[in-house]
């Protein structure tokens, strides 16, 4: 039934159906544990023969109701919170990969995404191959290796803006039978649904857009439940064959592919690692979500008319920005995302270096954070603060150049951020 209604409806009444006499809005369930009347009960849960709940680490009913309406917005078929963004990522790629695995991943990541892969994960034996997003089919198809279990991009990168070619990534990963995880931060299931062009996997970091006002750091899984593992069961036997630790279940045959792949990553991984969102901050991501329509109209708005007016600017050089015609990524982003990107620009000012240095001085409005996609308008001069180590030629070939400034448009009115950016960039 959920399917049918539209993204604005899902976003209020998705997940949660509170029965007669019930609560209204989702209830905190700030408990770690759940009683039950006898052994037997409580023994059929932790067998995954019964649904219902008994430690937090493992589920919890918030938090499942949050995930089910994040479910219900990207067309999937399930989903879990996590702690953060990080562990999304970690645990979608640990879930089907481990020691002696290898994936091919964009190039154009977050930067927290690639340390996690090309660091830790690499200390734990899994290999990474990145490939640029704008490579050929070609190019693609021949960073795969036999031992590849999935392909990871994103939507729109943060902070380079590149714009995914989801369907180009897809058809390669299902040529060598593995899944295309998207990590759909930047543009929310608002502006682009990836599973509708053929990703297999969607990953949040919902601190940024899905919270929306800096209140709780947050991840999200969603499977499409789309991709067949029993068609690849060599690939991935800790799908198909029996998991020992968890009496002899095999979680495509019990769960189904509906199912199969968040089961098995709340079962083992976060029984294990426990990674988990608090039921107080799944309320705060549910709040968020609950005008998050709203919200990306504004966000994208608010960009769209920056970056045009940045663009009319002739202390500016350069202007980054999927929405504006001319741009790299327009007709990427006409395809994926016609109803919108996100709010994050890049620009650049004549003057390199130490224009960008005055301008941020001088900055009212927009503060000076290295979060992005919040309410409140913020801006970020890598060179001077997040990158400041490395050197200029470090900078370029990062694609960090020393002037790039990112600006991520909140929800302020177009023209107040205008005029405190024409007031910036006239002190340059
Ligand atoms: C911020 C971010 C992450 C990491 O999320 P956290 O919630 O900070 O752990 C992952 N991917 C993208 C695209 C991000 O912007």
Redesign the pocket.
């Known amino acids: 039934m959920e399917q049918k209604l539209r993204t604005e409806t899902l976003c209020i009444q998705a997940g949660y159906s509170p029965k007669s006499g019930e609560p209204r809005q989702i209830p905190i369930y700030q408990s770690t544990t759940f009683k039950y009347a006898t052994s037997e009960d409580m023994g059929k849960l932790f067998d995954l023969e019964a649904e219902g709940y008994f430690y937090s680490r493992l589920a919890n009913p918030t938090c499942d109701a949050v995930a089910a309406k994040i479910a219900a917005l990207e067309g999937g078929t399930a989903a879990m919170l996590t702690s ?4 999304a ?1 970690f645990y979608a790629v640990f879930n089907i990969a481990s020691c002696g695995d290898h994936i091919v991943s964009s190039s154009a990541i ?1 930067g ?2 690639f340390n996690l892969f090309n660091v830790t994960m690499r200390r734990m034996g899994i290999d990474f191959t990145f490939v640029s997003p704008d490579c050929t089919e070609e190019e693609l198809n021949a960073a795969f290796k036999p031992n590849t279990k999935a392909v990871f991009g ?1 939507t729109i990168a ?1 902070p380079a803006l590149n714009v995914l070619d989801i369907e180009k990534f897809a058809k390669a990963a299902h040529a060598h039978g593995v899944p295309l995880i998207v ?1 759909n ?2 543009a929310t299931p608002i502006n682009c649904r990836p599973f509708e062009w053929g990703a297999d996997i969607v990953t949040h ?4 857009y899905m919270d929306g006002h800096a209140s709780a ?3 999200c899984i969603v499977d499409s439940g789309k991709f067949d593992w029993t068609q690849h069961a060599d690939k991935f036997p800790g799908l198909c064959t029996p998991d020992e630790s968890y009496h002899g279940v095999t979680y495509t045959e019990r769960f189904g592919l509906a199912g199969a792949y968040i089961t098995k990553c709340t079962a083992q991984l976060m029984r294990d690692l426990g990674s988990v969102q608090s039921p107080q901050s799944a309320y705060y991501l549910n709040l968020g979500l609950e005008s998050l329509p709203f919200r990306m109209k504004q966000h994208c708005s608010n960009a769209q008319k920056i970056a045009e007016y940045l663009q009319s600017n002739e202390k500016v050089a350069w202007v980054k920005y999927c929405g504006l015609k001319g741009d790299q990524y327009y007709y990427l982003a006409q395809k994926y995302l016609p109803g919108g990107s996100c709010g994050v620009i890049s620009f650049g000012l004549k003057g390199g270096r130490s224009a960008a240095e005055t301008f941020m001085k001088n900055m009212r409005l927009g503060s000076i954070e290295t979060h ?1 996609a919040d309410s409140r308008t913020c801006c970020l001069h890598p060179a001077s603060t997040t990158h400041r180590q490395m050197t200029d030629a470090e900078l370029d070939a990062a694609g960090v150049g020393a002037d790039l400034i990112r600006l991520s448009c909140g929800l302020e009115n177009a023209e107040d951020l205008i005029a405190d950016l024409a007031q910036a960039i006239e002190k340059v």
């Open positions: 953060s963004g990080q562990a990522t977050y927290g995404s994103e943060n990590d931060t930047f970091s919902t601190t940024k750091v947050g991840g992005v």
